[in-house]
């Protein structure tokens, strides 16, 4: 079980309810697994193709960009 799956599973949360963020390899799976997969803008391509959407690169404040726009 990944830390994300344990974290859902401690806070009764559906991982389709999660929105994860990744721009490396390793958050592949991440993305895949959660129901809102975004892939930073500096991303590796390899993300950015199977990630449902892109934000702005770590520079540009990608993530509190991206939440701005869908979450709040």
Known sequence: MSAIEAAAKNENIELSEIAAFGDDYIDIEMIKKCGTGVAMG???????????????????????????????
């Open 42 to 72: 500096n991303g590796m391509k390899e993300l950015k193709e199977i990630a449902k959407y892109i934000c702005e690169s770590n520079n540009e404040s990608g993530v509190g960009r991206w939440l701005e726009k869908n979450i709040l």
